[in-house]
């Protein structure tokens, strides 16, 4: 099983960005997905989750500016960035919870995609 993320990219404050994060491989099913950020010389911060039924959660910096959904059909699940901050600049790493066809439940990781917000 394999994350692909795309997307990030350098934009100005008060920017917008949409993230992408695919699941492949010999899934069975996925669970929750997320969006994880980690800032230099910071820890890496759970930025916004999503179930498999649709519920949502995000980090208070983020409430209102980012919308996290999915396409259960197709594994994904996308982060769309609006209002962007500079404070928003980090790696953005999806991890989702996998069942794979053999029905055996892991934590996946995907390689991280660069957000830098400036002018």
């Known amino acids: 099983v394999q994350l692909q993320a795309s997307g990030g990219g350098l934009v100005p404050p008060g920017g917008s960005l949409r993230l992408s994060c695919a699941a492949s491989?010999?899934?069975?099913?996925?669970?929750?997905m997320d969006w994880y950020r980690q800032a230099p010389g910071k820890q890496r911060e759970l930025v916004a989750g999503?179930?498999?039924?649709?519920?949502?959660n995000y980090a208070d910096s983020v409430k209102g500016r980012f919308t996290i959904s999915r396409d259960n059909a197709k594994n994904t699940v996308f982060l769309q960035m609006n209002i962007l901050e500079p404070e928003d600049t980090a790696i953005y790493y999806c991890?989702?919870?996998?069942?794979?066809?053999?029905?055996?439940?892991?934590?996946?990781w995907g390689q991280g995609t660069q957000v830098t917000v400036s002018s």
């Open positions: 991890h989702a919870e996998v069942v794979t066809s053999r029905r055996y439940a892991y934590d996946y």
């Open positions: 999503i179930t498999r039924d649709g519920s949502t």
């Open positions: 491989g010999s899934i069975f099913s996925v669970y929750d």
